[in-house]
Nanobody, 121 residues
């Protein structure tokens, strides 16, 4: 079993930055695949960024060059640094984990409760 708890969301103006954190507990952290996904009102959940055991990174084209996914294995924390935020980045952001590599697909087994990000123009 894996537990995930996100934090770091908030309200910012366009062009601003936020860093999301996801504390992971309950299973062998380094043997899983991790991702950040988001869901805006009225839209389907979409993958934002993923990281695998070899630190291979995958990004959605809409965030490439602006967002950075990383993890700290010593602290069991997953991060998402978001720069140059745009109003279209407004969504609930979730971290997710699984022992299968879903990359940006929303099929992960374990999910956090989400943290809201709101970007105003």
């Amino acid at each position: 079993q894996v537990q995930l708890v996100e934090s770091g969301g908030g309200s910012v103006q366009a062009g601003g930055s936020l860093r999301l954190s996801c504390i992971v507990s309950g299973d062998t952290y380094i043997n899983s695949y991790w991702a950040w996904l988001r869901q805006a009102p009225g839209k389907e959940r979409e993958g934002v960024a993923s990281i695998d055991n070899d630190d291979t990174l995958v990004y959605a084209s809409s965030v490439k060059g602006r967002f950075t996914i990383s993890r700290d294995n010593t602290k069991n924390v997953l991060y998402l640094q978001m720069n140059s935020l745009k109003p279209e980045d407004t969504a609930m952001y979730y971290c997710a984990a699984d022992r299968r590599n879903w990359e940006l697909q929303p099929d992960y087994k374990y999910w956090g409760q989400g943290t809201q990000v709101t970007v105003s123009s």
